[in-house]
């Protein structure tokens, strides 16, 4: 029975609820869901973990994850009893055995006290290494089975490189149809990344223009302040590269490049994302170091006062690690649209801000009719659309100084999220959770998206594994990343743009 948001009753079944992620992320995000009146009326969340404790250890556990990490700050008691009784844990090791019965006996009470069979929610909240086995164990207690009511959410990295991706794809389109499968990747939630879209193919004004004709160069830039954290244990054995390039990066990039949608069906937007990574221009071996470079940070003063240690004096780093912390791309898209045109990449920990930008630049008009003492200022008009952190878009143009001289200077035209709608975007696995229930793989990976992002970039990733660096540290934390980067868009004759920051996010960068 639908309930009356549209959505069917749902059971949310967490592997690895005890993990980082689900105190973070998951939980916070069905948190403000339930605020929102957004789930399903009919909704129960079941942690499977191997650790002991009961379900209201379990409950206070989650709750301080929410009063840390939600956007809407703490609980109160009303709201949270209320969402906390939708919650339950399951103590068991879900690549046991014995796990089977019980876990099989807990759905089966649900569905009978709900008076039917809910849909189902498998979330693989656990390491990439048992995606493959817990799948398997799913198939075989048939809990994921009836292709229009239950899902599987499995979270990136898919896969470590092109053979083992293809080898993941295998096994679990094996085992269950690729419509019930939701690969994740919570930067498509972002509100200013799907904003993109209709950006692009809901105003005239822009589409026309969206082309090697008029765009000289497409920056991407990606930028972390903080280092590798607790994650070295992972981010040591995977880089940059995989890290970010592979899924946030090129998706991306996929946005900006791809092609107008006949509609918004899922699987038409992701045929006309695949059309991008078909096109990109394959890297040759022997030229990787035209295209890419990498970087690792050292110790350095992150604005300007905290002093912070270099990536190999990181807690779980190797002393001799010859990991990439940063990396700069340049693609090229080898299409009608996009020939010529240089798509710029970099990402990478411990630089100057965080922020996350595209920034497109356009060709100079094609006559430049004002003297010379009018332009000493000039630019190019650019359009900026920041990701994060606050949303929104900057046109920058040129404009007549006030004055009896003939004087330009360029000048932005600002548009906000925050100012503009007044609200608080939902955060991204807000937006992608809510999908999962509703059933809407948009926002999510194809299996030939995944592997083909991972064919855009196996030639840099062999030829980085083939030839270690051998200059790291090679960038000052709180640096904009290694000297190469530079030198990589000097032989193009370009350089790097500065990010445009609001005023706002200027004064939030000096405190």
């Known amino acids: 029975m639908t309930t009356p948001n549209g959505l069917d009753p749902t059971l949310f079944i967490v592997f690895g609820a005890g993990g980082d992620l689900t105190w973070r992320k998951l939980v916070p995000a069905l948190y403000n869901l339930h605020l929102d009146r957004q789930l399903p009326e009919t909704f129960a969340l079941i942690g499977v973990d191997r650790s002991s404790q009961s379900d209201e250890a379990f409950r206070g556990h989650l709750r301080e994850g929410v009063d840390r990490f939600s956007r809407r700050g703490k ?10 009784e939708k919650i339950s844990i399951l103590n068991a090791d879900f690549t046991a055995p014995e796990m089977s019965a019980s876990l099989r006996k807990r759905l089966d009470q649900v569905d009978k006290s709900w008076g039917g069979q809910a849909n189902r929610v498998f979330y693989l909240a656990i390491p990439p290494t048992l995606i493959e086995k817990a799948a398997a164990r799913l198939k075989d207690l048939g809990l994921c089975q009836d292709c229009s009511r239950d899902r599987l959410v499995v979270e990136k990295p898919f896969g470590r490189d092109l053979q083992s991706a293809r080898a993941l794809d295998r096994t679990l389109t094996a085992l269950f149809s690729e419509s019930q499968i939701f690969r994740i990747d919570h930067y498509l939630g972002k509100e200013t990344v799907q904003n993109l879209l209709a950006f692009r193919f809901a105003n005239a004004l822009f589409e026309p223009i969206w082309d090697r004709r008029y765009i000289d160069q497409v920056q991407i830039t990606v930028a972390e302040t903080v280092g590798v954290g607790h994650r070295a244990g992972y981010y040591d054995h995977a880089g940059a590269l995989r890290d970010m390039v592979q899924n946030h990066l090129l ?46 940070y050292g110790e350095g003063r992150m604005d300007g006062v905290k002093t912070v240690p270099g990536y190999r004096q990181e807690v779980g780093v190797r002393p001799e690690s010859g990991t990439e912390t940063f990396v700069a791309l340049r693609l090229f898209v080898d299409n009608w649209r996009w020939q010529g045109v240089p798509f710029y990449l970099r990402t990478g920990k411990r630089l100057a801000q965080k922020v996350s930008q595209v920034s497109i630049l356009f060709r100079p008009v094609p006559h430049q009719s004002f003297p010379a003492s009018a332009v000493e200022n000039w630019q190019p008009n650019r359009l900026i659309i920041r990701i994060q952190p606050e949303e929104g878009i900057t046109l920058r143009i040129q404009a007549k100084q006030p004055g009896t001289r003939m004087l330009l200077a360029p000048v932005d035209m600002q548009f906000c999220y925050r100012e503009a709608f007044r609200k608080t975007p939902p955060e991204a696995y807000e937006t992608l959770l809510l999908d999962v229930m509703r059933g809407d793989a948009t926002l999510f990976m194809r299996a030939d998206q995944v592997e083909k992002a991972w064919e855009v970039i196996s030639p840099v990733l062999k030829s980085w594994e083939e030839t270690p660096a051998g200059d790291f540290p090679d960038y000052v934390s709180g640096s904009w990343g290694p000297e190469s980067a530079d030198a990589l868009l000097t032989q193009d004759g370009r350089s790097w743009f500065d990010p445009v920051l609001t005023e706002r996010e200027g004064e939030e960068g000096q405190k």
């Open 75 to 84: 609980t109160d008691d009303a709201s949270w009893t209320a969402f906390a």
């Open 251 to 296: 998706q991306i990039l996929c946005l900006i490049a791809m092609e107008a949608p006949v509609s918004f069906d899922a699987d038409e937007i992701r045929n006309k994302k695949i059309d991008v990574l078909r096109a990109i221009h394959p890297i040759r071996a022997e030229k990787v170091h035209h295209y890419a470079v990498r970087g690792q």
